[in-house]
C-alpha cells in the first residue's frame, strides 16, 4: 500500500476535524451616495486642512459651513446673472454674458444633507453638526430664492398627489324591489355607503 495515500484515521473527541475553507464574499461595493458622500467628507476635511489658519472639525462651525459653499462657487456650472446684467430674469438669454458660474441651489442642498450625514457617522454629536444649523438653512434659501429670480425661473415647491378616496354604495336589492319606483332615498337603511381606504 502507497504511503501516500494512507486512510485518515478515527477522529478523536479532542479534533475538530477538517476545517472547510470557504471563499470570503468579496466586499459589497458602496452606492452611488456613499461613494459620493465619501468624496464630499473627504473634501471638507481637505478644505479645512487648508484654511488659513487650519480648522479641527471640533472648532468648525455654521459660518465655515457656509464659507465652504461659497468656496465651491468656483467650481460651478450654472449661470447666475447679476442684477446689472440685460438677461437678469430671462430664462433663456439670446447671447453669452460674463455673469458667474456658481454651484446649483440643488447641488448645494444635497451635499449638505450628505454632509451632516457624514459628520454624525464620524463620530460627531448631532447637537454640534455645523451643517445642521439654522444659519445653513437660511444660506440655502437665500441661493434657492436669489438663483430662481436671476434666472427667470421661480422656485416652486412640487405639490404632492393625494390619492383619491373612492366611495362604493352596496344596495340591498330585496328593500331597492319593495321601493321600486320610490327613487333613491339615501336616508334609507337600505342604502349603506362604505369608505375604501386609498
Known amino acids: 500500500m502507497d504511503s501516500g495515500s494512507q486512510r485518515p484515521g478515527p477522529v478523536s473527541e479532542g479534533d475538530p476535524g477538517p ?39 471640533s472648532r468648525c462651525s455654521g459660518a465655515h459651513a457656509i464659507e465652504f459653499l461659497k468656496y465651491l462657487d468656483q467650481f460651478g456650472k450654472t449661470k447666475v446673472h447679476v442684477a446689472a446684467c440685460p438677461y437678469f430674469g430671462h430664462q433663456q438669454p439670446p447671447s453669452p454674458c460674463a455673469c458667474p458660474l456658481k454651484q446649483a441651489w440643488g447641488s448645494l442642498d444635497a451635499l ?18 455645523p451643517f445642521a444649523v439654522r444659519a445653513v438653512r437660511l444660506y440655502l434659501r437665500e441661493v434657492r430664492e436669489s438663483q430662481a429670480k436671476a434666472r427667470g425661473r421661480p422656485y416652486e415647491k ?4 393625494r390619492p383619491t378616496t373612492v366611495t362604493t354604495v352596496r344596495v340591498d336589492v330585496a328593500s331597492s324591489r319593495q321601493n321600486e319606483g320610490d327613487g333613491c332615498n339615501i336616508g334609507d337603511p337600505s342604502y349603506v355607503a362604505e369608505a375604501v381606504p386609498p
Do not use: C, M
Not at 444633507?113 to 460627531?124: F, V
Not at 412640487?158 to 398627489?161: A, G, L, S, T, V
Open 112 to 129: 449638505i444633507g450628505r454632509l451632516r450625514a457624514a459628520y454624525e457617522e464620524n463620530g460627531g454629536r448631532p447637537e454640534s453638526n
Open 158 to 161: 412640487k405639490k404632492r398627489k
Open 19 to 57: 476545517s472547510i475553507v470557504t471563499p470570503s464574499s468579496p466586499p459589497a461595493t458602496p452606492s452611488r451616495y456613499e461613494s459620493q458622500k465619501r468624496r464630499d467628507w473627504t473634501t471638507f476635511l481637505q478644505y479645512l486642512k487648508n484654511h488659513k489658519p487650519p480648522l479641527s472639525l
